[in-house]
């Protein structure tokens, strides 16, 4: 019972909390009024750092999302230029994160990282298209056994300021794992296999490790959505 009601605390968090319950009670030194609001400030860290298990679909073939968030677009562009996987135009699913969803990110399919590539920037609003080109970023590339490549993009927004990617070049993973966040409101894009189509459309909501953003093996169409 007790497992259900406390949700864990990513550990990148723990800092952060720890210096926003300081400040609080220097705050409440000074003013009660000013107390409560470093407390509600504190409140929301804990909120932010909230690290939830998920249950992901574990069939071979299938791309989960690696972020919480809402589908902000769906388009097609070339792969970044760093991770050396041609300048072909590839399906890319954009997937934009608030500050009140779930910053930790999930490996989107079982296989292998083999490329990844930093590249500092700027810090413009990430829900925008020029954010993908613009913004510091931390690019990853996925190869699944069966030898199809992945992009996964964890780019820096107008807040987020701090990209954390705990992958090393080799490592095996697989879909669903934990593997990093984006600090305060990000993006992340998601680059998938030239042919396959995405099964999500724009405005759905992602849930990081569980929504099946793809299926290699898939023979339908791409998707469309509408508001009911």
Sequence with gaps: MLKTV???I????????????VISLVLASFSEPLGW???????????????????TPVRQGLIVSPADGIVQMIDT???PAELNMGDGPLTRVAIFMNVFNVHVNRVAVDGTVTGLAYR?????????DKASVDNERQSIRLTTGDGHHIAVVQIAGLIARRIVCRLSEGQVVRAGE????????????IYLPDGVPALVAPGQKAVAGETVIADIRAQEPARSGETR
């Excluded at 990513?10 to 319950?21: C, D, E, M, T």
């Excluded at 609001?37 to 249950?55: I, K, M």
């Excluded at 500092?120 to 925008?128: D, H, M, T």
């Design 6 to 8: 406390l949700i864990p």
């Design 10 to 21: 990513n550990r990148a968090g723990w800092p952060f909390i720890g210096l926003f319950a």
């Design 37 to 55: 609001v470093g407390a509600l400030l504190t409140a929301w860290c804990v909120y932010f750092f909230r690290d939830p298990d998920r249950v």
């Design 77 to 79: 562009a070339p792969p």
């Design 120 to 128: 500092p920037g700027k810090f413009v609003n990430a829900s925008l």
């Design 178 to 189: 934990r593997f990093g966040l984006i600090r305060f409101g990000s993006r992340l894009d």
